[in-house]
């Protein structure tokens, strides 16, 4: 019973993982190891290769575009852009995390 | 000390050390195994192998300049293991999972392989036993349908080759799960010495080199065939060598009273001669067949020219033996260019009044062998411990035109000098006697000398009216009997009646008796 509720935290993690990666890509255009500092500094992800799936993904529901951009250091990087798609989903989870975000607060001030 | 090896990832060459390595391709094995078998999976490990060398980059900066196991599973730690991935996506993951359950691919199976691992991994798809697999399609092969091989080498071509441990999993349709790859790659742990390239994009070169591969499994094909054709060449060569040996033992009565009788028509030293001619002019053949099986199966140093000449020294002597043996019985018998005779003629006395002729044996009391040599029917028995020589009385029936019962009884001998032939003419001692109406015949006549290999001959001729029956009674089985042309030994042994009609043939009437 211990270990189930442990287990919630990365849960609740892995439910809102897409949306930080859109609000990522939001402010900026990012390639993977931006985008992963990012998400580590937030203490998003745990381990690094949970990013590549739901970038791939969320590249297949369109909402992700891609180009390659040569770097000073080693092969071209893969910078990841929002698309027109990404920008309105964005919104969307927006919308439904504020929800969730005042939901839960009411609950808390009762 | 440790040796290095020299890899490419994403555009940066590495020094990492063997171990580290192993670590390395491996979990690069798994993490594509676990992504399956989709287009993304490739971006995804081009992605992470970006990530790992940026990794690495940062790492190697302090000085190191080869990768060591530590850093490998530091960076690992980082990335994370497949599992610890596969748990933070399960929720959408699993969906995946489970469509990939129930999907088997066709892939040759190269573990398994004996050529090209087509039937394993056939096997493998259909989850049957190989071995009677390739049984059946050998058979079908060797028995007229040759068309298995061209299918087979079709099947190599098209088919791909599982590589990766998701294939590996896949056809045999067991779960891609973390876990089973998990034990799969351990097994295959060993295994791996592929380079770092195989598991990079752009390794479906396949197809340049059909060429190279075609070459490849004919050259394994002809190897199976190799073995197929060495192993039933042994087994047909073992088994006459075994199935003549015994014949041989039994025919030539090495063991047995024909023994004696053999040595004494050829004489003993030309009768072992015989058999050991025979013996090597039969089996030589078979030995070398045998021989040449052991080499197709098993590869060893032989002086192949010395044994080949040796055998066939050995067979051209016994061919030779045997001729020169053969040569000399003919010319023997040859010389018995003398004959005498002497007939005998008894007549029925109450003639008219006899309808049918009843033909009985004289029984004997000496129990006779018969054997073979050259189409010489000789006959002996074992009386007084001594060996007799025994010829068999012929019976032939002919119309009587004097209308009366006669029975003419002609003794023959052949010989060197006439002399001879008489005496063993008068020696002759046949048994035979007409009581009412009933003839007693005997079944063989004894033969003096069992050394005269002269050809001796009881000709018994029954004459018999027009419309008189003779009947030949259960005792006269195996009874020589000449008819027109040839004799031949007389097989029924029960009582059969037959009726002589105007042109002197004989009737059967066993037909009509019976209603």
């Known amino acids: 019973m211990e270990k189930k509720k442990l287990n919630i935290v990365p849960q609740m993690r892995k439910g809102i993982l897409e949306y930080c990666i859109l609000l990522i890509l939001s402010k900026r255009d990012a390639y993977a190891s931006e985008i992963i500092s990012e998400l580590k500094e937030s203490k998003m992800i745990v381990v690094e290769g949970t990013l590549y799936p739901l970038l791939t993904r969320l590249k297949n529901g369109d909402y992700l575009t891609y180009r390659w951009e040569e770097s000073l250091q080693g092969p071209p990087r893969k910078y990841y852009t929002l698309s027109e798609a990404g920008r309105e989903f964005l919104t969307e989870l927006g919308t439904a995390w504020d929800e969730l975000s005042n939901a839960v607060e009411k609950l808390k001030n009762l | ?515």
Not at chain 2, 148 to 172: D, F, G, H, N, S
């Open chain 2, 1 to 515: 000390m440790k040796e290095t090896i020299n890899i490419n990832i994403s555009g940066f060459n590495y020094s990492i050390d063997r171990d580290a390595y192993k670590i390395l391709s491996t979990y690069l094995d798994k993490l594509e195994a676990y992504y399956g078998d989709n287009e993304e999976t490739q971006d995804i490990i081009n992605d992470i192998e970006q990530r790992i060398s940026e990794l690495f980059n940062d790492r190697l900066q302090g000085g190191n300049s080869v990768i060591t196991e530590q850093l490998v599973n530091e960076v690992i730690e980082i990335i994370g293991k497949p599992e610890e991935i596969f748990e933070e996506t399960e929720e959408d993951e699993s969906i995946n999972k489970k469509t990939r359950k129930k999907y088997r691919k066709l892939y040759r199976d190269s573990d398994n392989a004996i050529i090209a691992g087509v039937i394993s991994g056939l096997a493998a798809y259909f989850n049957l036993p190989v071995l009677p697999i390739r049984l059946l399609i050998v058979l079908l092969t060797i028995f007229g349908v040759g068309s298995p091989i061209l299918i087979y080498i079709v099947c190599a071509i098209i088919i791909p080759k599982a590589v990766t441990t998701a294939e590996k999993l896949e056809q045999r349709g067991e779960n891609v799960t973390a876990r089973n790859i998990e034990r799969k790659v351990k097994e295959e742990y060993k295994n791996i010495k592929e380079n770092f390239k195989n598991h990079s994009p752009g390794m479906s070169t396949n197809y340049n080199h059909i060429w190279e591969r075609l070459h490849k499994i004919l050259l394994k094909i002809l190897k199976v065939f190799q073995y197929i054709i060495g192993g039933l060449l042994l087994f047909v060569s073992l088994v006459s060598i075994v199935s003549i040996v015994t014949t041989g033992i039994v025919t030539s009565g090495i063991f047995s009273n024909a023994f004696t009788v053999g040595s004494e028509y050829f004489g003993t030293f030309s009768y072992i001669l015989v058999i050991l001619a025979l013996a090597f002019v039969c089996l030589i053949p078979l030995l070398l067949l045998a021989f040449l099986a052991m080499k197709l199966l098993f590869t060893f140093k032989s002086k192949n020219s010395a044994i080949v000449v040796t055998a066939i020294a050995c067979w051209i002597v016994g061919i030779s033996i045997l001729s020169t043996i053969a040569i000399r019985t003919n010319f023997k018998e040859d010389k018995n260019n003398m004959s005498y005779s002497i007939s005998k003629t008894i007549e029925a006395k109450t003639d008219n009044k006899i309808k049918t002729l009843t033909i009985d044996r004289i029984p004997t009391k000496t129990s006779i062998n018969s054997i073979d040599i050259f189409d010489k029917h000789i006959y002996y028995s074992k009386t007084n411990k001594k060996f007799e020589r025994y010829g068999k009385a012929r019976i032939k029936f002919k119309l009587s035109k004097e209308n009366k019962i006669k029975i003419v009884v002609t003794k023959e001998a052949w010989h060197e000098s006439e002399i001879t032939a008489k005496e063993d003419v008068e020696s002759m001692n046949y048994k035979y006697e007409l009581q009412d109406s009933t003839l007693n015949l005997g079944k063989y006549f004894k033969i003096k000398d069992s050394k005269n290999l002269g050809n001796k001959y009881i000709t018994v001729v029954v004459y018999i009216p027009e419309n008189t029956r003779i009947k030949l009674t259960e005792n006269m089985h195996r009874a020589r009997i000449i008819s027109t042309s040839n004799f031949e030994d007389y097989w029924s042994n029960s009582e059969r009646v037959w009726k002589m009609d105007a042109n002197g043939e004989l009737d059967d009437e066993n037909y009509d008796s019976e209603f």
